[in-house]
């Protein structure tokens, strides 16, 4: 292969480095109106009255919206497979507010310091309810977030609003507590994780403009353009053919962008002032009023033998939705079925529970979905389990971790809300990313702990991690190839490039299949008007479904070249060689490609080359990878310094292996941001304390001396080039691996993320006394 | 940041003037401070223009003008000099290159930031501030003044004199506020400790460098003693960054540490 | 207010607000390059320079840049493209919203300290957030750009 699974520079970092504007923001009309927010100073509470007068009498005041002037259709923020498996439970501005930081009102006006003080003169009169503030005590609690009528469910997922639960699931395969019972050990732990913030550097920015053909235009910096239209169709109950959405470069999504944010409040702003508006989220918007991942507790027991067999897992989650249910079901999901398949030998596996509303921050997307949440608790457990079988655990892995040609009835019960996806691993080198990390990290002559002349430890911890690539049957990408005149090609796609660089691999795919360079095929994404369909950069689907659309679209390119090639030699398709410029008959004789073009477009038999191929996945090949960390802890302050992360991963044969390895450690290191500082406190009225950089710490150039990443040699046949997905995985492993690290080192076991220095000490402390006493 | 009105002043006395005339005059240093405020500043004072931003040595000490940025004053020469760069590396530790480009020693002095890395390390060496009215006043007596204090500090100077010193500051990354923080100093037999982000305000732990000062020669035993000490003697809380408890286990950790460092132990 | 200074190297004059970042002015101004990312100092990506040395743009009163000299990535470009060779070539490049940002700041730490090492690097751009990267690959990128395209 000449351009896949080969160093090439990203189509477009040099131009953003320079400075072109390119971000949505960098595209507003410059006289655009401002679009403000009011938010909720309570965690809950109902509007008895809201006095907008003076607002709108301010000069320079163009709009002022409130629940009372705002359509009033329920609908959800996420941006999903349709119809979603999240609740419509979300008015584009409500009677209620449901926690500090929901929208109130919006006012529109000339400029920033106006609209501010237009918010300012808003009167509004709250009934102040009491918050549902803690995941434990939301079900059938007092007080009821979602009270309102016109909420519902577009199918069956447990949504049961006047109990405070938005979603609820169960399954099992086998009989869990018999085989529990028949166990030689069973662990059972409770582990909770954090609402960790996407904490994108580009915030929430979104602009929109009517257009010369009278058309809503807007900007916005998603994830998924194509559900932006369809759900601003819905709810403003504008015709989708009047919406235009383009999606320019994204500063960063993560998840967070997988959803409409100030979309709704712009677009109608612009619909009713027909003036160009925007909206630029605050850094404490970003953080208050976006989007966080779902915290979890999550009760797991494991059964084993004593000869180290697996042979039960029970897992029951609560996941906090906060105050409206996007991702609920999904996320909730993910945390089981993209996890508990890791150990697919068991004779019985049983997995349910509930997503509850609570009056806090939403949650909603966020790489790794669910799986971050449930590998933390699993592979907490399986080393605990390990200790009390005295079996290394290294050994219990390799014998209970699935292999290539396996299964798992996982994945064939669980799906995207619904049913899933009988599958088997035509690839799965998990087992080499195992041996691959052990040898990285030198585990054998690191494991567990070595105390330091000085007093310091150091020790190493471990976990491996499982995701999926892409949505089967739902996620569908599709690509069009034009060819131009001179014979290069525009690469047309609606997969979303939000700083993943799959504007990148896609055209390096395109650029394989025609045997041309990269700078031949310009590539664009995306824009509802000019490139076909795609679901959206989500469930790490991009390389493996989009990418797939593109290889076929590029097979049809070449295909119709050779075509007009033999029209053009006098010859019959079969007997046309094509080397990427240059078309040779049997007879040796020869046209270039930009001969060819040039006479398609000026002289003879004159048409237009175009190709679109669409694919949706008939299964979602997992990659997996192994995560190995060693830190170097003081056990009289509890800090720490990660001296090293290893990660081994399977992806399949990575489209750009540089880009994939990035992709790669930028998972880790948000990952290790979630397992030791990334923390989240509200006060007790529920108000949001971490809500900026000063108080919410994301890891810097520092906090990570040392990454050692590789990928494995593998091919997953139905992938695009043998390539799988890469763009999730990274994040799963950290905070597992971390906290057997630290239980190497001290034999303190932590169970709630984050594991910050305090817990540790604490965890130390509490150990000396104990083993004083 | 809305300013009514901003002045550029070109003389001191000019300044004083406006300062004293105008009850919400706000002096701006490098302005990141200020900026994080949200009440609208009626009239904005800009020092720049005042020649307060250089570094002068003499044989007993270093003048560092009030405007001197952060960053200046970390890569100075002679600052590196002092206790073993223990000011510098200080320095180095709040936010970016950037930022310290912007944030000056004087506003890091007149703010009396609880979560100062400045006045930390500053506290443990001998230095003087000097305004433009209130004339001189050391560091220490400036901190324990209270209630508004309308002067232009003008410069700070710090005696030169040798002296083994280590700072410490206690964060999850370096852009963090400290969680706690300690600086340690002797010079010629004479220990100063203090201890910032308490979550308080930065102080001396006078009586136990008094107690150490007694001692010829402290064993490790009793440099682990003061650490203890130093637990009992001064105020340490709770706060969303730590609680009362993990700081006494730090503070205990690293005035121990520290005193070791300086006594070469 | 109109204050006259020096952006790349070209006096200009420009309207500025009393209390007007240099961030939100520049930006006023269509010097998009300059990003926003968290208006409170702590996040990097509105790195400037002024008179060559990085400033935070948000931090910096407009004010203050009477007659200094203001250099955005747009003034840069020769040295930018090498830094951007360097990106592609370590696979640097993500989202790339830091980016600008961390070019006028990797620039400056050349001229500053042309032996600059991997922990040097480290510790200058420390204030440069980056949710996309893990870090590593800007490093080596640094190194390879200050090592004059040899990694
Ligand atoms: C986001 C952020 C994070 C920070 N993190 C840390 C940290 O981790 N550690 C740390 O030690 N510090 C930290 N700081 C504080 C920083 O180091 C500076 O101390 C602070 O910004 C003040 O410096 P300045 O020059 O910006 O002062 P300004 O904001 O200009 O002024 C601050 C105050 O001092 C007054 N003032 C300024 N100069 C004078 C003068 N010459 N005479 C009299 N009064 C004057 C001003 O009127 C104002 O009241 C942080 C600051 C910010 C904004
Ligand atoms: S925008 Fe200036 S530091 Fe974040
Ligand atoms: S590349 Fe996205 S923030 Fe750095």
Redesign the pocket.
């Known amino acids: 292969m000449k351009v896949v699974n080969q160093y090439v520079p990203s189509v477009d970092g040099k131009g953003i480095m320079l400075g072109r504007p390119a971000f949505t923001d960098d595209l507003a009309e410059p006289n655009s109106l401002i679009v403000k927010v009011l938010r909720s100073p309570h965690a809950f509470a109902k509007i008895k009255g809201i006095d907008t007068k003076a607002a709108e009498a301010l000069e320079g005041v163009e709009l002022v919206l409130t629940h009372k002037n705002v359509p009033q259709k329920a609908f959800t923020r996420a941006g999903q497979g349709y119809p979603e498996p999240s609740p419509h439970d979300k008015f584009i501005l409500d009677r209620y507010v449901r926690y500090v930081g929901d929208e109130v009102a919006a006012v529109a006006a000339v400029d920033e310091k106006t609209a501010e003080e237009a918010l300012r003169l808003i009167e509004v009169d709250y009934e102040v309810l009491e918050p549902v503030l803690d995941l434990e005590t939301a079900i059938d609690h007092s007080s009821v977030i979602h009270p309102e009528e016109g909420i519902r469910e577009m199918f069956p997922i447990g949504f049961e609003p006047k109990r405070n639960i938005a979603a609820s699931y169960a399954m099992h395969v086998g009989d869990v507590d018999e085989t529990l019972k028949s166990c030689d050990q069973v662990v059972r732990e409770t582990f909770y994780t954090q609402a960790q913030a996407h904490a994108m550097m580009e915030p929430h920015t979104v602009n929109a403009r009517m257009d010369y053909q009278n058309r809503l235009l807007i900007y916005s910096s998603t994830q998924t353009p194509f559900h932006v239209r369809r759900i601003l169709s819905q709810a403003l109950d504008v015709p989708i053919s009047r919406i235009r959405v383009i999606k320019p470069r994204v500063g960063g999504g993560f998840g967070g962008k997988q959803a409409l944010h100030g979309e709704m409040l712009v677009a109608l702003t612009t619909l009713r002032t027909r003036k160009p508006a925007k909206m630029v989220f605050s850094r404490q918007e970003v953080f208050e009023s976006s989007y966080s991942r779902h915290p979890m507790r999550i009760d797991i027991a494991l059964g084993a033998m004593k000869d180290g067999t697996l042979k039960a897992m029970d897992c029951k989650i609560l996941s906090d939705t906060g105050a409206y249910g996007e991702h609920a079901l999904t996320v909730f999901m993910v945390a089981g079925s993209k996890v508990l398949p890791l150990y697919n030998k068991v004779d019985a596996v049983r997995f349910g529970g509930q997503v509850v509303y609570t009056n806090k921050t939403p949650a909603g997307a966020y790489r790794g979905y669910g799986a971050i949440q449930g590998n933390f608790a699993l592979e907490s457990a399986i080393d605990m389990l390990c200790e009390q079988l005295e079996i290394d655990p290294i050994q219990f892995r390799q014998k209970n971790m699935i292999a290539e040609g396996e299964s798992s009835p996982i994945f064939e019960i669980m799906g995207e809300g619904t049913e899933g996806t009988a599958m088997t691993m035509e690839t799965c080198k998990l087992d080499t990313c195992v041996q691959r990390g052990l040898e990285l990290i030198d585990w054998h002559n690191k494991y567990p702990r070595r105390i330091l002349p000085n007093g310091r430890i150091k020790s190493v911890g471990m976990a491996i991690a499982m995701q999926g690539s892409g949505i089967p049957y739902i996620d569908m990408g599709a690509a069009t190839i034009k060819l131009n005149d001179d014979g290069f090609y525009n690469l047309m796609v609606g997969a979303t490039d939000i700083g993943q660089g799959s504007d990148t691999i896609l055209t390096q795919i395109a650029a394989e299949v025609l045997m041309t360079t990269v700078d031949r095929v310009i590539v664009y994404s995306s824009d509802s008007d000019l490139t076909p369909f795609d679901t959206g950069a989500y469930a790490s689907s991009t390389t493996y479904v989009s990418g797939n659309a593109v290889l076929a679209t590029a097979e049809k390119m070449k295909l119709m070249l050779l075509e007009e090639a033999a029209k053009a030699l006098g010859c019959a398709r079969e007997s046309v060689r094509f080397d990427g410029q240059v078309f040779t008959t049997d007879s040796e004789e020869t046209i270039t490609l930009s001969q060819l073009s040039n006479r398609l477009y000026y002289n003879e038999d004159q048409q237009q080359l175009t190709a679109t191929a669409s694919y949706v996945g008939t299964k979602s090949p997992p990659p997996f990878m192994a995560g190995l960390i060693e830190i170097d802890l003081d056990p009289e302050t509890g800090e720490f310094d990660i001296v090293d992360y290893v990660s081994v991963v399977d992806c399949g044969t990575a489209i750009n292996p540089k880009l994939a390895i990035g992709q790669i450690e930028g998972g880790i290191v948000q990952g290790l941001g979630m397992a030791h500082f990334e923390d989240v406190k509200y006060t007790k009225q529920g108000r949001l304390i971490t809500n900026d950089f000063?108080t919410y710490k994301i890891p810097t150039q520092q906090s990570v001396k040392n990454l050692q990443t590789e990928i494995v040699h593998s091919y997953e046949a139905s992938g695009p080039f043998g390539a799988k997905s890469v763009g999730e995985i990274g994040i799963d492993t950290p905070p597992a691996a971390l906290a057997n690290a630290v239980y190497h080192a001290t034999g303190v076991r932590i169970t709630s993320l984050p594991i910050t220095a305090e817990k540790r000490m604490a965890g130390i402390t509490a150990k000396k006394g104990e083993q004083q006493s | 940041m809305h300013v009514e009105a901003y002045h550029k002043v070109s003389t001191l006395e000019e300044a004083y003037e406006l300062l004293q005339t105008h009850d919400s005059a706000?002096?701006?240093?490098?302005?990141?401070?200020?900026?994080?405020g949200s009440k609208p500043i009626e009239h904005l004072i800009d020092?720049k223009e005042l020649g307060?931003n250089t570094i002068t040595e003499t044989d007993q000490s270093i003048i560092i003008g009030?405007?001197v940025?952060?960053r200046d004053m970390e890569t100075h020469q002679g600052i590196k000099q002092l206790g073993g760069g223990f000011l510098s590396e200080a320095l180095s530790?709040?936010?970016g290159v950037a930022?310290?480009n912007?944030?000056?020693?004087?506003?890091?002095?007149?703010?009396k930031?609880s979560?100062?890395?400045?006045?930390t390390p500053l506290l443990v060496l001998d230095v003087s501030l000097h305004?433009y009215h209130a004339k001189t006043m050391s560091l220490a007596s400036f901190l324990s003044q209270r209630g508004r204090f309308r002067?232009?500090?003008?410069a700070i100077s710090i005696d030169k004199t040798p002296c083994k010193a280590m700072f410490k500051?206690v964060?999850n990354t370096t852009?963090?506020?400290?969680i706690v923080n300690v600086a340690v100093s002797l010079v010629k037999g004479r220990h100063k400790i203090a201890v910032g982000a308490r979550p308080s305000i930065a102080v001396l732990a006078e009586s136990v460098m008094r107690w150490l000062d007694t001692i010829e020669k402290p064993s490790e035993m009793i440099l682990e003693e003061a650490g203890e000490r130093v637990v009992a003697d001064i105020k340490l809380g709770s706060n969303q960054r730590a609680k009362e408890a993990y700081r006494q286990q730090l503070v205990k950790t690293y005035v121990t540490r520290g005193l070791k460092e300086v006594h070469g132990l | 207010m109109k204050i006259t200074f020096m952006l790349n190297d070209r006096k200009v004059t420009w309207d500025a607000l009393p209390g007007e970042s240099l961030l939100d002015f520049l930006r006023r101004h269509h010097v998009v390059s300059v990003k926003k990312g968290c208006d409170?100092?702590?996040c990097g990506v509105c790195t400037v320079l002024m008179n060559h040395k990085p400033v935070l743009a948000c931090?910096v009163l407009a004010m203050r840049c009477t007659g200094e000299h203001i250099h955005t990535v747009e003034g840069l470009a020769d040295e930018v493209e090498k830094i951007s060779e360097a990106f592609g070539i370590e696979g640097a490049d993500q989202c790339g919203f830091c980016n600008p940002g961390i070019a006028l700041s990797l620039y400056a730490l050349k001229r500053e300290n042309s032996n600059a090492e991997a922990s040097e690097i480290r510790q200058y751009l420390e204030g440069h957030l980056c949710r996309c990267s893990g870090y590593q690959a800007q490093v080596k990128a640094a190194l390879r750009y200050i090592g004059g395209g040899q990694s």
């Open positions: 000063l | 706000v002096l701006l240093g490098g302005g990141a401070w200020i900026r994080t020092l307060l009030a405007m940025s952060l530790q709040i936010l930022f310290r912007t944030a000056t020693i004087g506003g890091s002095v007149m703010g930031y979560f100062s890395d400045v006045l305004f002067d232009i500090l003008t500051k964060s852009l963090d506020f400290s | 409170g100092s702590t931090t």
